[in-house]
Structures are given as C-alpha cells and as structure tokens.
C-alpha cells in the first residue's frame, strides 16, 4: 500500500516513541535508495526481456523470407500485414518502422549472446538506423563504455561521429573502431576532423568572434565534454599563462583523466596560421616546466581553425617535439554524404596500396609500387 511521506510524518508525530531527528532523515534515504535501485533493476530486466524477445521474433521474420514464402526484401509486404495483424491482436509496439528494426536487429545481430545487456529497445532503434554495419557495431560498443543516454547516443550519431574519428585513421584503425569502439590510449586519439559544435545554435552564415564562441561553449559545457570525447575535466578558461612581465592566456584548458595531462585548446575565428602553431607550442613548453607535476604526463595541445591549410601547417609543426595538433571545427552538422565519400575513398586507397605492395612483393618489381 502506497503511504504519502505526509501521512508517514503524521503518524511518526502521533507515536510517543522518541525518534532522533537525524537517524529517521538517514532512515527515509536509505528506504529511497532502495527504492530507486529497484525500479532500476526492475527497468533494466524489463528491457533486457524486450530486446531478447524482438530478436527472436526478427529471427522468426527472416527464417520465414529464407524459406521461400516471402521475398528477403525491406519493401515486403509481409512486414505490413504483420504490422496490422500484431497490432490488432497485441497493441503497441508492432508499427511498420518498428518491425523494419527488429528483422533487422537479428541481421546484424544474429548471435543473439553479442546483444548489449546495457542497451535499451530505444538505444538499438536509434543504432540500426546506421547504414552499414561498421557504424553498428561503433554505436554499439561506444554506448556501453561511455554509459549513453539515447539523447546522447543521437547526437553523437548526428554529428556523424564514427566517421569523423574514423578520418583521421587507416583502415586497421578504422576496423579497431568498428569492434571496440573509440579507444583513448594516446595523444590522436583524441582528435577528431572535425570537431563538431552545432549545439552553439549558431548559423553557418552568422558573424561571430573568438570570444563569442568560447562564451557558447561555457553556456554549453556538458555538451562541448560530450564532443571532446571520455576522460575530460574543465580546468579553467583564460588560464593565465605568465612570462617575465608579461601575460598570456589560454582559451581553454581541460585536464584528460584517462591520459593524465592537460589539454591545451586555442580557437582561431578563421583559418589556422603557422604563428598560432608557434604560439600553442610555447604554451606547452610552459606547462610542461611549470605546471605539469611528477605524476602528469606531457601536455597536448589542440588549435581549432574553422579552415587549415595542410601544407602550410606541416611546415609549421616540422621539428616540432611537443604534442601539437591542427584541427578544424564547425559550428553545424557536417554533410554525411561529403563524410561518406572521404571514408569511403580512405578505405579505397588504402586496400588499393596493400594489393600493390603484395603484388610487387611476389614479383620483386618495386619500381611500379610508386
């Protein structure tokens, strides 16, 4: 039976039995957390038991295609009629977009034991909308080690970011990805191209300057620690940098609690200059010899540019020792049909130049591997 905590207070001020204010206060919050854990526990099993039996009944669905009475295809009309004829006998639960993800939640799938218990219906509905199977199993992984809520999992789906990590990998890095999702053992792998801020809610066509974009990104702190990625703390903003008797400040420092150092930010309004590199490169040095500690790991520093010349910032970065990365941002969406064909041109090449190299090593002709 349900009891109101006023009626409880009621009949605990109508009992003569003395009770100290303090121990009941740690009494009503032990009983709360209790309580939460169960409906935790008692949601999870919930949805645990859901996944479990919409893979089995997409394993249903496709072994019926296989077997000759209904053509394998996503336009078949068999998905209607059980949409109708489910929903009729069962209620919710069975829409036409619905079925198309559960037959294809056991396609991609079809080890039922490889299915997440940490995942909900919703987090598989949000992933299966991925085109290719690469970027399910991404989604999959990155969502149990980050612990993403389906809100999360969208956003990071929408600014495409499983092909944004993966440009700035070769294929074996891009395929690592794929099964383990993003892995944070050194510097790169922080680095994404590009890194994405449309939660700023600025418009590609609107004026803004360096300071308006890092007041955006104070205003939107959780979400710019989503985008930088696991590990990330916010130390502080113009953190003062003093040489001699002059001053100098940082746009943005973080501290990395994964690699152990700090994370030194500059954001340029335009395109990244050599002299920005030069800049972030003394930044470095001073922290490594003057803030740094025994324990902390070499600092890193990121120049974001909303352009970049690559050549340009090669020279710039030749000789350098300090870990210095070039990078650009956007303040919207990036185009996932632009992204695909860089991914998918990156993988081309590289399976282009592995076939080359093995040829010419059969053949002992290196001269054509050029």
Avoid at 215 to 232: W, Y
Wanted: hydrophobic share 40%; aromatic share 12%.
């Amino acid at each position: 039976m349900y009891v109101s905590f006023k009626k409880l207070k009621m009949l605990k001020d109508k009992s003569n039995t003395p009770v100290k204010k303090g121990q009941y206060n740690n009494l009503i919050e032990q009983i709360g957390d209790l309580l939460l854990q169960g409906r935790k526990q008692a949601a999870y099993a919930v949805n645990t038991v859901l996944v479990k039996t919409y893979w089995q009944i997409g394993k249903y669905i496709v072994e019926f295609e296989q077997g000759g009475l209904e053509k394998s295809e996503y336009g078949s009309k068999l998905l209607d009629r059980l949409s109708n004829d489910l929903t009729m006998m069962y209620g919710k639960g069975f829409s036409r977009s619905n079925m198309v993800y559960i037959r294809k939640l056991y396609i991609s799938f079809p080890i039922g034991e490889t299915l997440s218990h940490q995942l909900t219906w919703s987090h598989y509905f949000q992933i299966l909308k991925a085109d290719n199977e690469l970027e399910i199993k991404f989604y999959t992984k990155q969502c149990e080690k980050e612990n993403w809520s389906v809100r999360e999992l969208k956003r990071q789906m929408n600014s495409l970011l499983f092909h944004r990590l993966a440009l700035s990998k070769d294929k074996a890095g891009i395929l690592a990805i794929a099964e383990k999702g993003a892995e944070i053992q050194k510097p790169e792998d922080i680095i994404k191209e590009p890194f994405v801020m449309e939660f700023f809610g600025v418009s590609p066509k609107e004026k803004y300057l360096e300071g308006e974009i890092e007041d955006k990104m104070m205003q939107n702190i959780e979400a710019l620690l989503l985008e930088l990625g696991k590990g990330f703390a916010f130390v502080k903003r113009l953190y003062r940098v003093p040489v001699g008797n002059r001053q100098f400040s940082v746009d943005l420092v973080f501290y990395n609690i994964i690699l152990k150092c700090y994370v030194l930010i500059d954001l340029k309004r335009g395109e990244i200059e050599h002299n920005d590199i030069g800049q972030m490169n003394f930044y470095l040095n001073y922290f490594r010899k003057e803030v740094n500690i025994e324990t902390d790991n070499e600092p890193i520093g990121i120049v974001l540019g909303a352009y970049k010349d690559k050549i340009l910032i090669e020279y710039a970065m030749d000789n350098i020792n300090n870990q210095l990365f070039a990078a650009k941002y956007q303040l919207f969406l990036p185009d996932k049909e632009i992204l695909e064909k860089e991914l998918q041109k990156l993988i081309e090449n590289e399976t282009l130049t592995i076939k080359i190299i093995i040829f010419n090593t059969q053949t002992n002709d290196y001269n054509s591997i050029y």
